[in-house]
């Protein structure tokens, strides 16, 4: 009987890992990362360190930014690696927008989801779509999410927000750049964690000509870059480089 039992508990825990390893690095690596700062930390402090820390005036600083972009009620936005809701609950509290909030990790969905309007929509993709209507969107953010992409993940996600965009709307988000100085140090920090074997999540750099070539392949325009060091509210800056573009009519 004990060996039926062995056998049914090793090929429960084999099937267990199996769709583990199936899962894309970047939902597989996240799950872990946040299981992590749960078991370590009280709920509303792991979900903040989640996306970064600063959950507040983060969430402040992108509301800043949209509104500097034009955003005004009544407009559809698409927050492409929403995790657990820093931006959405500063857009619950400044006005009316159709919100759709996409990420990998149930954990922070039902975060966001407990934090904000019951007509704000989250969907939980794994598979690089969007799913929303073509040209159905006047906004479209990514903060935090590219850098833990693969360069091709990227541009397929980049592919969808231009497919979803209604000519001219706008697509903003935030990258990591070796071009800029203040950003070795995640880099540094990343060697030395893969050294000790400790690194919880991929953090990838783009440059600027990348994005500019990529933005010509799929048709956009690029119209502006945002120093991460720049004050956006008072004592706070994106911390990444920001870019800021808009889908071409064509």
């Known amino acids: ?33 946040v299981r992590n700062l749960k078991e370590s930390h009280p709920l509303d402090e792991a979900m903040s360190l989640a996306v970064g820390g600063h959950y507040d005036i983060q969430g402040r600083i992108h509301l800043e930014l949209l509104r500097s972009l034009g955003l005004k009620d009544g407009d559809s936005l698409i927050d492409l690696g929403c995790g657990s ?15 759709l909030g996409i990420d990998v990790v149930e954990d922070l969905i039902d975060y966001a989801r407990a934090h904000t309007p019951a007509d704000y ?14 040209a159905s969107a006047d906004i479209v953010t990514s903060f ?12 397929l996600y980049m592919e969808e927000v231009r497919r979803v965009l209604r000519p001219g709307g706008t697509f903003l988000f935030s990258f990591l750049e070796f071009g800029s100085r203040d950003h070795f140090s995640v880099f540094a920090g990343s060697v030395e964690q893969q050294r000790n074997g400790t690194k919880p999540v991929l953090n ?24 991460g ?4 509210v008072p004592g706070g800056g994106l911390g990444q480089t920001g870019a800021v573009l808009r889908r071409l009519e064509r």
């Open 1 to 33: 009987m004990g060996g039926i039992v062995q056998r049914i508990v090793g090929a429960l825990t084999g099937a267990k890992a199996r769709a583990e390893a199936e899962k894309p690095h970047f939902q597989r690596d996240y799950e872990r990362h």
């Open 85 to 99: 809701g820093r931006t959405a609950r500063q857009l619950a509290a400044s006005g009316s927008y159709s919100y």
């Open 121 to 134: 929509r989250f969907h939980i993709s794994t598979d690089l779509k969007i799913p929303a209507a073509d």
């Open 144 to 155: 935090s999410l590219f850098t833990h992409l693969l360069h091709e993940e990227t541009y």
């Open 204 to 227: 990838m750099f783009i440059e600027r000509n990348v994005i500019e070539l990529w933005a010509k392949k799929l048709g956009f325009a690029v119209e502006t870059y945002i120093d």
């Open 229 to 232: 060091n720049r004050e956006i």
